[in-house]
């Protein structure tokens, strides 16, 4: 049986042929002018989808990168100004075992506080210094200059805060040390319901004033705050304007949270404040959020009724004993009893050392003065115990007090306080070297993860490489391969397909 081919068939075929090797031909020249094999999802989706997920770790690793390269300089300025300060405590020291010694008199010791009033005002630069134009000792408050020198000695205006960076996948380093734990002390408490508004934001308290709130339903309402409030009164006048949300203090007890429970969303939760005040601004709520508003740190100031187990952000303190030496008074005071500030004030007064505690200009720490003007009152720890240190009253991380101290023993030419005062110096030699070491191994673990990020950065190219790159060789081969098989598939067709007059009426 013969089977007749039609013209229309063979013409089909035909252009079959054609549009197939013509398409193979442009992906060939394609490649060869890209260098890429894959260049739209259909060439390979199963590589378009691993080439994805390798940009996407690329573009992770590159910031990464970036993260650690643009802030590095941040612990590289911590190391140098840590430098600076030791090698202060050191010229410092051996100012203080120079007057000690048999030719020291009250005027060689008048030279000598002189030159320690040199060394605090370069102790102070050091603990000032910025880096694009950000305090480093500021903790997270880079825009406040973290020390300043007042009559009782140094004031902290930072908060405790470490400066972090990410520098992985759910990873972050430190890229700055807080002045509060590298060269004074910052008590820190938490806020409480019984936290006096008066006492917040470092002491200014929060300026009396209105505030409305609008929860994502659309129900609003006027919140005013007076100077005699606390935060109880004051979380119970939110949670009394009958809307849907909540006040509370938040988990870490720094700042107030606001939680709206609205079941029907038509806006953002709104906190404004009314006739232009503050109060909002500065009980740190102010604004819009799509969620939940979780405000600011408030930084409360100690009073004598904060309780011991409220200092350092609510973790608390264990207090143990402390040295005092006050002229020819020395001896330890216990202040384990105590459960407020209150309580290690008067077992302070209460000792038999002549000597009055306080709590500092800044509500952050506690001092102790001698009630004898001839004499200064220094305070130590005890063996490898911190309370005189945690208290903020001398010895390791209080460089400034520990310095102060020496400067006012020499002035006063109180031997027994000079020699006292080497012991906290050592100690401050320490604390500052211990330092030194936590931002050395900080560097050298941002330098490292610097390293791995740049190695997966190779690694990821060439496998990227390896699955969107065209074999140049074989690409080249094909389209020559192509080219002859288009040419032959033309001429083949024009010989086959010539229709004349007689196949149309066959």
Request: hydrophobic share 40%; no cysteine; aromatic share 4%.
């Amino acid at each position: 049986m013969v089977t007749r081919v039609t013209n229309q068939a063979q013409q089909a075929n035909s252009l079959q042929n054609i549009f197939r090797i013509t398409e193979n031909l442009f992906k060939a020249q394609q490649e060869i002018a890209s260098g890429k094999r894959i260049n739209r999802p259909s060439d390979d989706p199963a590589g378009i989808r691993d080439s994805l997920l390798l940009r996407t770790g690329i573009s992770q690793s590159k910031q990464f990168v970036r993260n650690i390269d643009n802030n590095r300089i941040y612990i590289q300025a911590t190391d140098s100004a840590l430098e600076s300060v030791d090698l202060n405590l050191i010229r410092a020291k051996e100012l203080a075992v120079s007057e000690l010694g048999g030719l020291a008199t009250a005027e060689t010791r008048g030279f000598a506080a002189n030159e320690i009033d040199q060394i605090i005002s370069q102790a102070f630069e050091s603990a000032n210094i910025k880096v694009k134009n950000q305090f480093i000792f500021s903790g997270t408050e880079f825009r406040t200059q973290p020390f300043e020198q007042s009559a009782s000695g140094a004031v902290f205006f930072g908060n405790s805060e470490n400066f972090e960076i990410s520098v992985g996948s759910n990873t972050n380093a430190s890229f700055a040390l807080p002045g509060s734990e590298v060269l004074a002390n910052d008590l820190n408490p938490q806020l409480t319901s019984s936290t006096q508004l008066s006492s917040l934001n470092g002491g200014s308290g929060i300026t009396p004033g209105s505030f409305s709130i609008t929860d994502r339903a659309g129900n609003s309402g006027i919140v005013t705050v007076t100077s005699s409030d606390t935060v109880t009164s004051l979380i119970s006048k939110i949670n009394a304007l009958g809307g849907n949300v909540t006040a509370s203090i938040n988990s870490n007890g720094s700042g107030l949270q606001l939680t709206d429970g609205s079941s029907v969303i038509s806006q953002a939760l709104a906190v404004v404040e009314v006739s232009g005040g503050s109060t909002a601004l500065e009980l740190g709520i102010l604004g819009q959020r799509d969620g939940n508003i979780s405000g600011s740190d408030l930084n409360p100031v100690v009073t004598s009724s904060t309780l011991i187990s409220d200092l350092k952000g609510g973790d608390g303190l264990t207090l143990n004993e402390i040295s005092i030496v006050n002229g020819a008074a020395s001896g330890a005071v216990t202040l384990s009893s105590a459960t407020t500030i209150g309580d290690v004030i008067n077992l302070i007064n209460s000792s038999s050392f002549n000597v009055t505690a306080s709590i500092n200009s800044s509500g952050n720490s506690l001092l102790v003065n001698s009630n004898d003007s001839t004499t200064v009152a220094i305070v130590k720890n005890i063996g490898t115990d911190e309370t005189a240190e945690i208290l903020g009253l001398g010895s390791g991380k209080n460089v400034f007090t520990t310095l102060f101290k020496l400067r006012d023993a020499l002035n006063k030419s109180d031997s027994l306080a000079i020699l006292a005062s080497l012991e906290n110096l050592d100690s401050s030699l320490a604390s500052i070297n211990n330092n030194r070491a936590i931002a050395g191994a900080s560097l050298s673990r941002v330098n490292t993860s610097s390293f791995t990020h740049d190695q997966e950065f190779v690694n990821r190219s060439q496998q990227l490489s390896n699955i969107e790159d065209a074999d140049s060789v074989k690409s080249i081969s094909d389209l020559a391969n192509l080219e002859f098989a288009l040419q032959a598939t033309l001429s083949a067709t024009s010989r086959v397909l010539q229709p004349t007059l007689l196949d149309f009426l066959r």
